[in-house]
T-cell receptor
Framework: EPEVTQTPSHQVTQMGQEVILRCVPI?????FYWYRQILGQKVEFLVSFYNNEISEKSEIFDDQFSVERPDGSNFTLKIRSTKLEDSAMYFC?????????????FGPGTRLTVL | GDSVTQMEGPVTLSEEAFLTINCTYTATGYPSLFWYVQYPGEGLQLLLK?????DKGSNKGFEATYRKETTSFHLEKGSVQVSDSAVYFCALSLAYNTDKLIFGTGTRLQVFP
């Protein structure tokens, strides 16, 4: 069964450093998402992406964050200058088309630790 | 604002016990409702969903009914197995102008033999 993959599984970085989290969505999917979960808190929506542009973003997704689909398979989340509060599990998801009833398929997550 | 509230865990049960994980929501309009499950080391997987009031979603012995009058979508299973041990997330999507999912905090279920 096709699945969403994410790399790395765990990333440790120093505060102020840039990190890039990578995702490979399911191949025929057109809509891509990033969510995050700070330990002990809710899974929060960050951004959705379609047709090479952001379709929606949350208040969390400020100028420090960016997303890109650099080629036909990868979808990346970049944090330009990490802060301690960026420490969280980051989940990538994809779906075939946008609809509130469509299933979003999630990857296993990348645990980001900012020291 | 729109939100989902789940019962806190962990929920600890013996094998073959009855499971209920409570989920209530606050939303403008008519959301679609979902239960996702996360097994250790894996991503979030859709367990079941319901898109309108009184719909019942079911999968792998789990069920949840969309109750508009009580704004609830409680997850139930008649007889849990050790392999059901996981974290369960309730979520909603507003559908009409956005496709983002709004999640609860997740409830960890531990089933012992």
């Amino acid at each position: 069964e096709p699945e969403v993959t994410q790399t790395p599984s765990h990333q440790v970085t120093q505060m102020g450093q840039e990190v890039i989290l990578r995702c490979v969505p399911i191949s025929n999917h057109l809509y891509f998402y990033w969510y995050r979960q700070i330990l002990g808190q809710k899974v929060e929506f960050l951004v959705s992406f379609y047709n090479n542009e952001i379709s929606e973003k949350s208040e969390i997704f400020d100028d420090q964050f960016s997303v890109e689909r650099p080629d036909g398979s990868n979808f990346t989340l970049k944090i330009r200058s990490t802060k301690l509060e960026d420490s969280a599990m980051y989940f990538c998801a994809s779906s075939e088309r946008t609809s509130g009833t469509d299933t979003q398929y999630f990857g296993p997550g990348t645990r980001l630790t900012v020291l | 604002g729109d939100s989902v509230t789940q019962m806190e865990g962990p929920v600890t049960l013996s094998e073959e016990a009855f499971l209920t994980i409570n989920c209530t929501y606050t939303a403008t309009g008519y959301p679609s409702l979902f239960w996702y499950v996360q097994y250790p080391g894996e991503g979030l997987q859709l367990l079941l969903k319901a898109t309108k009031a009184d719909d019942k979603g079911s999968n792998k012995g789990f069920e949840a009914t969309y109750r508009k009058e009580t704004t609830s979508f409680h997850l139930e299973k008649g007889s849990v197995q050790v392999s059901d041990s996981a974290v369960y997330f309730c979520a909603l999507s507003l559908a009409y102008n956005t496709d983002k999912l709004i999640f609860g905090t997740g409830t960890r279920l531990q089933v012992f033999p």
